[in-house]
């Protein structure tokens, strides 16, 4: 059983930031990957930023140069640093996780409940 709790989210103005938290726990042997999507009312989720545990960041192209993720393995934890944030980044942020499980010990995804931001104009 793994569990993913996230923090961070809120109200801002557009032009303000936010720092969003996500911390894994339970029956993890490794963690592969942790990354943050998020979905728009009405549209699909799509992914925000991933970061591998060896490898590059990868963003998507409209939070480039604004969102900065970051992480710290030995607590299991990804941050998003929301910066320059505008109205259109308004959605519910979810957190997510390749992770190593034991027995089995093949990667499965886990996702976090989400988090809302709301940025205002």
């Known amino acids: 059983q793994v569990q993913l709790v996230e923090s961070g989210g809120g109200l801002v103005q557009a032009g303000g930031s936010l720092r969003l938290s996500c911390a894994a726990s339970g029956s993890i042997f490794s963690i592969n990957a942790m990354g943050w999507y998020r979905q728009a009312p009405g549209k699909q989720r799509d992914l925000v930023a991933v970061i591998p545990r060896r490898g590059r960041t990868n963003y998507a192209d409209s939070v480039k140069g604004r969102f900065t993720i970051s992480s710290d393995n030995a607590k299991n934890t990804v941050y998003l640093q929301m910066n320059s944030l505008k109205p259109e980044d308004t959605a519910v942020y979810y957190c997510?996780?390749?992770?190593?499980?034991?027995?089995?010990?093949?990667?499965?995804?886990?996702w976090g409940q989400g988090t809302l931001v709301t940025v205002s104009s």
């Open positions: 997510n996780a390749e992770v190593v499980v034991p027995p089995v010990y093949l990667p499965s995804n886990y």
